[in-house]
C-alpha cells in the first residue's frame, strides 16, 4: 500500500501536493495531519467530501510499502503519524522545497529544490506526463502556490512557479476560491487602517448575505485600499463590502463581493466610479464623508440578487433509515446508494443522523448487529425550505456539518450535502465520485436523427408505443446503445424501452393492443416483448442496482428514470429518448453523455463503476475501439486502479466480454490497450504480454483475414485467448474455462491436440496427406496451431494454402455415386470420398469424372 502524509499545522501547499501527488501515484492514500492550519480547516469544513482524506488511524500501517511525504522530509514533522511508519521496511518518496538537513529521510526518490512552493515540483512532472486536471483540482494547487509565494511577492519565488501558475489559470483554477481563502502578509500603515476600519465597521445582513459597510477618516494618504478590501474580504468571511475612507480632501470608496447574488458596481455608479459586478471604485473630490457614507447605506441593498434557497438545491427524496436499522444494513445502504450518511427516522420524525464514519467506528468495534440508534447523531442541525444559499454555507462552516436536512411541518423533505453546496457555488460537478448529474437534463430533439436512421416501421411502433404509454400515465423513453448511436449518427435497430411504472404490465398491455408475446423476467422487473414483425423489444422498470461485494451481479429495485440511467456503464450510454406524445424524439440526458460524444470521450458515472462490475473495463476498451474514443483521464486512472478487481469475477462474465470485444474490428488495438491498462496482468499473469505475443496476435490476423468467407461468424475470438495463455502456467488448456459455448471449446480442445500431439503430415506435407491428419480440424484450431507452433516458413505456408483449397474444394462424389457404383454402404464411403478430396488436393484429379474413374479403378 502507498500512503501520501505531510506535516502537522497542514497548510495549503501542503495539503496542494498531496492531492497533486496523487494525481502522479493514483493507488496512493491521501493521510489528513492531525492538525491542521486554520484556513485549511476552513476550507475543508466546505470541500472535505471532495478529497477523498483518510485518518491515520483508518489505515492498516502493517501493509504500508511506500511512503510519499510532500512538503516535508522529515518525520519529525509529521505528528502522530510517525510512531505509524516503520522506517526500516517502507520505501520513501520526497517532494520539499525546504533546505536539506540532518533529519530528513533516506528516501529512495527525492524531488528538493529551491522554489517558492512544493506543489510546483509535482506539477511540473504531471504536466511533463501530460496528466490532466480539473479546473478544482487546479484551483487547490493554486491556492497551494499562492498562500507559499504571497501570490508571487515573497523572495523565495521563482520563474518556475510563474509558469506553472499560468498552467493552473489555463486549466480553470477559480481565482475568486483562491482570494477567499489566501492569505497576505501587510504593512505597517496598512495594518493601522485595516484594524480602524473593522472597528468602524457595521455589518447588514440582507436576504441571506452579509455586507460590511466600514469608515475611516485620516489626513494622510494611504495606498492599497483596494488590496485591502480583499484582505479584510477574506478576514472577515462577508460575502460583500465597501469601504469608505477620506484622506485629506479625498473621500475613496472600493466594494468588493464575493457572492454572485452581490453586484456592486451600480452603487459605486452612482458616487461616479466604475469598475465590475465584484470589484468597483470611485473618488469624491470635496466631498462631504457623512453623506457619502449615507449613500452606501442608503443603496446597499439594491446590491443583492434574489437568493438560492434550500428548495432550489436540496436532494428529493431522502433515502432514510430508522432507529432499529442495523449497522451492517446501514452501511450496506451508504455503499448501494452512494451516500456518507443518512437521516435517522423514528414515528417518522427526524431523530439524527448516521455518518459513514459512525458506521465504521461501530464495524471496527464488532457492533454491525447492534441498531443505529446508539451510535446515531442526535439533535441534527436542521433547515426549512426557504433558507439562503449562504446561510447553509454559514451553517456548514460555523457547524462543521456535512448534510442539513430540510424540514416542512415536521417532516423531511429533502436534504442538503456539501456536494450540493459545491454545485450551486461552481456550477458544475466535481471529481468527487459522487453522482456526476444535472437536476435539469439536457432536453435536445432528436427527430431528425430518428427519422433518418431507424426505418419508418420502427419510428411508427415507437409513436403507438408513446401514445398506450400516455394511456396508462406512464413515462417511456428509448435508453442504451439505441441512443447513443443515434447521437453518434449510426444505425442501430437494437431497442430498449424503460417505463416509470411496472415494465411487466406495460409489455402485456404492449401485447394485449399491438399483438405479439411476452416473455416476463419478474425478478428484475422486466419483460421481451415480440411484436408479430418478429421485432424484439426488451421493455424494463425504471430501477437502480446495487451491489453486495465488487465483482456481483447487481441486485436491483424500482427507482425513477434518473436512477436507471445512472446505473448504465458509461455516460454515452446514460441517455434516453422519450417517446410519450408530446415530447416525441426528445433526448434526455443527465450525465452530460452528449457533450461526451462530441468530445469523443468515454466516462464513467461514479468512482466505484469498476469496482463494483470490473467487466466495464472491457467494455470501456471496447467502445474506445469501436468508435474511436478515449477514456478521460479520470475514468482511466480509475480503470488501472481496479484493473485486479477483474480476477474476482467469473470467467463465463470475463469471457462473454472478451467474446465481444475481440469480434470487433480491431482486437489487437484492444488487447493492447487491455495490456496498458494492467487487466492482461491481472487476467493472465506477469509478463505475459510482451513483442513476441504482439507479433503472434499480428500474425493470427493475417492468416484469418484471408479466409473470412470461410470462417464467418466463427468463434475466432477464443484463438486470441489461446495465444494470450499460451505461456502460462496452465497454457492454452486454461482457457476452456473461458468457452462459451460448444464451438469454442471444441476449437480449444483442438488446438491442444495439435500442439502437444505429434504430427505425422509434418513428415511429407502434401495437401493431400494435411488432409488426411487435418481434415475434422476447425479452420481456427489449424491457424492458432500454426501461429503458436515454431514451424518453418514453408510449412506455415502450405497450411495457409491448404485451408484455403480446403475451403474451395468442391464435393465431387457422394454417397449416391458410390451406391450407383453397386458399392455396399459402409465405412468404406468415408474413407474413398477421403481419398476422392485428398486426391484432388494433391492435383490427380479435378472432375467428377476423374473422380469416378478412380474409384472404378482402386475399389472396383
Excluded at 533516506?106 to 510546483?120: D, R, S, W
Excluded at 463581493?257 to 455608479?269: G, Q, T, Y
Excluded at 411541518?409 to 453546496?421: A, E, H, L, P, Y
Excluded at 475451403?807 to 464411403?829: A, F, R, S
Amino acid at each position: 500500500m502507498q500512503v501520501i502524509i505531510s506535516h502537522v499545522n497542514l497548510d495549503f501547499d501542503g495539503l496542494a501536493s498531496m492531492v497533486a501527488a496523487k494525481k502522479l501515484y493514483p493507488q496512493a492514500k491521501l493521510i489528513l495531519p492531525t492538525k491542521q492550519g486554520k484556513a485549511v480547516e476552513r476550507f475543508l469544513a466546505i470541500y472535505r467530501d471532495s478529497l477523498n482524506l483518510y485518518h491515520p488511524n483508518q489505515i492498516d500501517w502493517q501493509a504500508v510499502s511506500t511512503v510519499i511525504m510532500v512538503d516535508i522530509a522529515s518525520l519529525q514533522r509529521i505528528g502522530d503519524i510517525a510512531k505509524y511508519i516503520k522506517k526500516e521496511t517502507v520505501e520513501f518518496i520526497v517532494y520539499d522545497h525546504h533546505e536539506v538537513n540532518e533529519h530528513n529521510v533516506v528516501a529512495n526518490y527525492t524531488t528538493i529544490e529551491k522554489v517558492g512552493a512544493t506543489v510546483t515540483l509535482i506539477l511540473e512532472e504531471i504536466e511533463a506526463r501530460n496528466i490532466s486536471i480539473s479546473s478544482f483540482e487546479a484551483t487547490i494547487f493554486a491556492l497551494g502556490l499562492y498562500t507559499d509565494t504571497g501570490s508571487f511577492t515573497y523572495l523565495n519565488t521563482t520563474a518556475r512557479d510563474l509558469i506553472i501558475g499560468s498552467f493552473l489559470i489555463e486549466n480553470g483554477a477559480n481565482l475568486q476560491l483562491i482570494s477567499k481563502f489566501s492569505e497576505t502578509p501587510l504593512q505597517e500603515k496598512e495594518q493601522y487602517l485595516l484594524q480602524c476600519l473593522l472597528q468602524q465597521s457595521e455589518e447588514h445582513y440582507i436576504n441571506g448575505v452579509d455586507i460590511l459597510i466600514a469608515s475611516h477618516q485620516q489626513n494622510e494618504y494611504t495606498g492599497g485600499l483596494a488590496f485591502l478590501s480583499r484582505k479584510a474580504l477574506e478576514m472577515t468571511g462577508t460575502d460583500a463590502l465597501i469601504f469608505v475612507v477620506e484622506m485629506g480632501k479625498r473621500i475613496f470608496i472600493v466594494g468588493r463581493s464575493s457572492s454572485e447574488r452581490i453586484d456592486i458596481l451600480p452603487l459605486i455608479k452612482k458616487l461616479g466610479g466604475g469598475g465590475h459586478q465584484k470589484a468597483a471604485s470611485a473618488m469624491v473630490k470635496s466631498g462631504d464623508f457623512h453623506d457619502i457614507l449615507n449613500i452606501v447605506k442608503k443603496f446597499i441593498s439594491q446590491t443583492v440578487k434574489p437568493a438560492l434557497v434550500a428548495k432550489d438545491i436540496m436532494s428529493s427524496p431522502v433515502k432514510v433509515v430508522s432507529t432499529k436499522t442495523s449497522i451492517e444494513d446501514a452501511g450496506k445502504m451508504m455503499l448501494r446508494y452512494g451516500h456518507t450518511g443518512f437521516p435517522v427516522l423514528e414515528d417518522e420524525k427526524l431523530v439524527g443522523i448516521i455518518s459513514r464514519r459512525d458506521v465504521d467506528k461501530a464495524n471496527h468495534h464488532g457492533l454491525g448487529h447492534a441498531p443505529v440508534k446508539g451510535y446515531m447523531s442526535t439533535n441534527p442541525i436542521t433547515i426549512d425550505s426557504t433558507i439562503s444559499l449562504e446561510e447553509v454555507q454559514h451553517l456548514m462552516i460555523e457547524e462543521n456539518v456535512g448534510r442539513l436536512p430540510v424540514i416542512d411541518n415536521d417532516q423531511i423533505i429533502g436534504i442538503i450535502s456539501r456536494t450540493n453546496v459545491i454545485e450551486a457555488l461552481h456550477g458544475e460537478q466535481l471529481r468527487t465520485g459522487g453522482k456526476n448529474r444535472l437536476e435539469k437534463p439536457l432536453e435536445i430533439s432528436l427527430i431528425d436523427r430518428m427519422n433518418k436512421f431507424l426505418s419508418f416501421e420502427v419510428l411508427q411502433l415507437l409513436k403507438e408505443i408513446g401514445k398506450l404509454a400516455d394511456q396508462v400515465n406512464y413515462s417511456a423513453y428509448v435508453i442504451g446503445g439505441i441512443v447513443r448511436d443515434l447521437v453518434i449518427g449510426r444505425t442501430n435497430q437494437d431497442i430498449d424501452i424503460v417505463v416509470e411504472g411496472n415494465g411487466i404490465t406495460f409489455a402485456n398491455l404492449l401485447a394485449e393492443h399491438l399483438g405479439g408475446t411476452v416473455r416476463c423476467h419478474e425478478k428484475f422487473g422486466t419483460a421481451t416483448w415480440k411484436h408479430p414483425s418478429r421485432l424484439k423489444i426488451d421493455i424494463t422498470s425504471a430501477r437502480t442496482e446495487y451491489y453486495d461485494y465488487p465483482a456481483a451481479l447487481p441486485t436491483v429495485e424500482m427507482s425513477s428514470l434518473k436512477e436507471d440511467l445512472f446505473r448504465r456503464d458509461f455516460t454515452i450510454n446514460a441517455m434516453a429518448i422519450k417517446i410519450n406524445n408530446d415530447h416525441f424524439g426528445n433526448l434526455i440526458d443527465y450525465f452530460h453523455g452528449y457533450n461526451d460524444i462530441e468530445h469523443n470521450k468515454i466516462k464513467i458515472l461514479y468512482n466505484l463503476s469498476f469496482v463494483e462490475d470490473p467487466t466495464r473495463i472491457l467494455r470501456a476498451v471496447r467502445f474506445e475501439q469501436r468508435f474511436g474514443f478515449n477514456m478521460d483521464q479520470q475514468t482511466l486512472e480509475l480503470a488501472m486502479i481496479s484493473a485486479d478487481k477483474i480476477i474476482s469475477t467469473s470467467k463465463p462474465r470475463i469471457a462473454h466480454e472478451l467474446n465481444i470485444l475481440l469480434k470487433e474490428d480491431h482486437p489487437v488495438e484492444a488487447l493492447v490497450r487491455l495490456h496498458e491498462i494492467g487487466v492482461i496482468r491481472f487476467l493472465v499473469g506477469t509478463n505475459s504480454f510482451d513483442e513476441q505475443k504482439l507479433r503472434l496476435f499480428k500474425s493470427l490476423v493475417d492468416e484469418v483475414e484471408p479466409l473470412q468467407q470461410q470462417i464467418q461468424n466463427s468463434e475466432t475470438w477464443i484463438c486470441y485467448l489461446a495465444i494470450l495463455f499460451s505461456q502460462s502456467e496452465n497454457g492454452v488448456k486454461i482457457v476452456k474455462d473461458f468457452a462459451l459455448n460448444n464451438d469454442s471449446l471444441k476449437i480449444i480442445e483442438e488446438i491442444v491436440e495439435l500442439l502437444f500431439d505429434d504430427q505425422n503430415f509434418l513428415k511429407n506435407p502434401t495437401l493431400g496427406n494435411i488432409h488426411r491428419f487435418l481434415k475434422n480440424y476447425r479452420s481456427e484450431a489449424i491457424i492458432s496451431y500454426a501461429v503458436l507452433k515454431p514451424l518453418p516458413f514453408g510449412l506455415v505456408e502450405i497450411l495457409k494454402a491448404y485451408l484455403q483449397k480446403r475451403c474451395e474444394m468442391p464435393k465431387l462424389i457422394d454417397g449416391n455415386d458410390l451406391l450407383t457404383l453397386n458399392l455396399k454402404p459402409g465405412p468404406l464411403y468415408s474413407k474413398i470420398i477421403l481419398d476422392i478430396e485428398c486426391a484432388y488436393l494433391n492435383q490427380d484429379i479435378s472432375s467428377k469424372e476423374e473422380a469416378i474413374a478412380k474409384v472404378r479403378q482402386e475399389y472396383l
